[in-house]
């Protein structure tokens, strides 16, 4: 069955640094796009960032450009996000999500995303 499992989150003063990893397994890692949501205490989901199955093209939401960075390892079944330059408004449960199919080459919509991890927590505070 399809698992995705997040790690790396944890508290961090805002300006620091974390990066989240999410290790994948039950499907064809390589051949399906894979994307970072996160929900905010109180806020519904927003799309952080997306990657295709190849890793060859990466999107970001206009919140996190320019300091998150996606990445993956197809060798390894895992996606990253690196985070840099974190804020308080960064706080969140941060989750791996997978494309339902193979023919969607990246989505910003929750909608279409199958299968999602367990979600990792994401504190920024002084």
């Known amino acids: 069955q399809v698992q995705l499992v997040e790690s790396g989150g944890g508290a961090v003063q805002p300006g620091g640094s974390l990066r989240l990893a999410c290790v994948a397994s039950?499907?064809?890692?390589?051949?399906?796009?894979m994307s970072w949501v996160r929900r905010a205490p109180g806020k519904g989901l927003e799309w952080v960032s997306g990657?295709?199955?190849?890793?060859?093209?990466?999107s970001y939401a206009d919140s996190v450009k320019g300091r998150f960075t996606i990445s993956r390892d197809n060798a390894k079944n895992t996606l990253y996000l690196q985070m840099n330059s974190l804020k308080p408004d960064d706080t969140a449960v941060y989750y791996c999500?997978?494309?339902?199919?193979?023919?969607?080459?990246?989505?910003?919509?929750?909608?279409?995303?199958?299968?999602w991890g367990q979600g990792t927590q994401v504190t920024v505070s002084s």
């Open positions: 999500a997978k494309v339902w199919h193979t023919i969607v080459v990246l989505s910003t919509s929750p909608n279409e995303y199958d299968y």
């Open positions: 039950g499907f064809s890692f390589s051949s399906y796009a």
């Open positions: 990657i295709t199955s190849g890793g060859g093209s990466t």
